[in-house]
């Protein structure tokens, strides 16, 4: 939302947007309570989302979360609470792009740094069945490609890039 609007500002400067430039806020505005109700939803199992991912992954892709020969458990749910959070963030301001200009370039270079690309990209895999087993349908349906985006960009192996 806040970069289409940023956006608008910038196509629009000295004239009046046209109702086809406007019509994304109308669409915001039609879907602004389901927003705040995904956003309070998803802050409310948190918690259990990201515990819920840790125990699937411990139980399927043991390894994933040793990075290099060291046990990343500790930062990993700190790193995917962070990740979580943002995403949230973007469910309610309907704004993917911000997401990934302010906090997913960044942190995809951490990730890649740190050689957890493939644990990012197994984080966010299961994170969608995970969240799509404890929200309801229509929240899942705002999340999920929130974290397929994080998915993409923090589990790409630097020759994807």
Known sequence: MLSKL????????????SDDELQFMDNYINSFDARVEAYRRIKAV????????????QASHPKAL?????????????????VLR???????LDDPELLRQQFLYWFQTIMQAFGAQEACNVTYLVMQDVVKQILPKDI???LCPILEMNRN???????DL
Request: net charge neutral; no cysteine.
């Open 6 to 17: 940023q956006q608008l500002g910038i196509n629009s400067d000295g004239r009046y947007a």
């Open 46 to 57: 948190e918690t259990e989302i990201v515990e819920a991912v840790f125990a699937k992954i």
């Open 66 to 82: 040793l990075i290099r020969g060291e046990d990343t458990q500790i930062k990993w749910k700190q790193d995917t609470l962070r």
């Open 86 to 92: 943002h995403s949230a963030m973007t469910v309610l």
């Open 140 to 142: 899942a349906g705002l």
């Open 153 to 159: 960009l923090l589990g790409a192996q630097l020759r």
